[in-house]
């Protein structure tokens, strides 16, 4: 697969492992370990860049070729960050200078935000009792009011040296997103009975004033796998969720949910638009656990308002409150990892109809239809 990375130069000044950066003076040298950094976009098989004014955590496990098969940790969390030196940018741990062994390799395992706490459910947990083939998180609770975008890189094996990619040099990182993200888009059907009766015309002002969802599980365990494939050379593997409850890849969620609500009085035009555009907290790229969908749980509420007005020009308005299970809506039947789901709500003031449709896009994105 065509890989594109955002990365790095080569610096260092020696062969040691590790030397603490405390006013060392950084050259250009290969022999520093650098990293080349990307996030996975499904929908074009590309990658995109991963943002400069962020950082990730590192690890590196050491096999030493004396010793085969036995791999101790060599990089332990180490905060990767993006830096500049000599007008070159490149992507390296933020208080130390890892340098490359003389012998064996390293196998690499990112993650991203960065956490200092290693014991954090932010934090994937890594197997060493099976050579690092197993990646875990462990009661990880997403924030409502703050979500995050978890990431976690293919495991980059048998690396011996920075490799160049595009004039770019380091570790291939490339990451892929943990958890699903949602977005609602509004519209109008139709604001008038024009296209009907030109001749005794009526409009309508359609008013969403909150989107509420409900039974949302916010809380999980995710367990990846994956086959090492050492002595094949310097390559990246990919990790594959081991749940098999449900034909989706999703987490093993526990019992706590949570409730999410926009509050924002917009008036609907016949273009779709996202709902709460222009706030501070608009209904998009709210970033959730990923889950299957079921009767009575996952829900949405629409509270409206439609206001018609008569040919005449007498005007009367009437409150709304719908509540649909995002599980009526079968072209999305989960909410899955690095899946970016656009729902558009799209209420026709004739019969008081909504129509919600559900998609795919970005990340590898979904879309989908709800009906009123």
């Known amino acids: 697969m065509k890989k594109f990375f955002l ?15 405390e006013g060392v003076a950084v050259t250009a040298d290969q022999n520093q370990i650098t990293f080349e950094v990307a996030k996975y976009k499904a929908s074009s098989r590309a990658e995109v860049a991963y943002p400069t004014d962020q950082s990730f955590g590192a690890y590196a496990y050491y096999e030493n070729t004396l010793t085969p098969g036995t791999h101790s940790l060599y990089i332990d969390n180490a905060e990767i960050v993006y830096k500049v030196a000599d007008g070159n940018g490149y992507w390296a741990a933020k208080d130390e200078i890892y340098f490359w062994p003389t012998q064996g390799h390293l196998d690499f395992v990112s ?51 920075n490799t160049a990619h595009y004039g770019f040099t380091g570790v291939p990182t490339l990451f892929h997103h943990a958890l699903a993200k949602l977005n609602f888009l509004v519209k109008a059907f139709r604001l008038d009975n024009r296209n009907d009766s030109p001749d005794a015309v009526t409009s309508w002002t359609v008013t969403i004033k909150k989107i509420t969802l409900s039974g949302i599980y916010d809380e999980g365990n995710l367990t990846m796998k994956t086959t090492n494939v050492h002595d094949a050379g310097a390559t990246t593997v990919q990790w594959a969720n081991t749940i098999t409850a449900v034909p989706y890849d999703v987490w093993s969620n526990t019992s706590s949910q949570t409730t999410k609500e926009w509050n924002c009085e917009q008036v609907l035009t ?20 990923p889950q299957a969908l079921a009767t009575g749980i996952q829900q949405i509420t629409v509270d409206y308002s439609i206001a018609t007005t008569a040919p005449g020009g007498q005007t009367a308005t009437v409150d709304y409150s719908t509540t649909k299970n995002f599980s009526e809506f079968p072209a999305v039947p989960a909410w899955e990892q690095g899946k970016n789901i656009t729902y ?22 979904i879309e989908g239809a709800i009906s009123f």
């Open 270 to 289: 016949t273009v779709a638009r996202t709902y709460g555009a222009g706030t501070a907290d608009p209904a998009q790229n709210y970033f959730i656990l």
């Open 7 to 21: 990365l790095a130069a080569l610096v260092g000044v020696a062969f040691t492992s590790c030397v603490k950066n």
């Open 344 to 365: 558009t709500i799209d209420i026709d003031p004739v019969g008081d109809e909504i129509h919600f449709a559900p998609a795919v896009v970005d990340w590898e994105n």
């Open 111 to 161: 993650y991203s935000p960065y956490n200092a706490d290693a014991t954090s459910p932010a934090v994937p947990k890594i197997s060493d009792t099976d050579v690092q083939q197993t990646l875990k998180y462990e009661g990880f609770k997403v924030d409502a009011a703050n979500p995050v975008d978890l990431l976690y890189s293919d495991k980059a094996m048998q690396q011996t040296a």
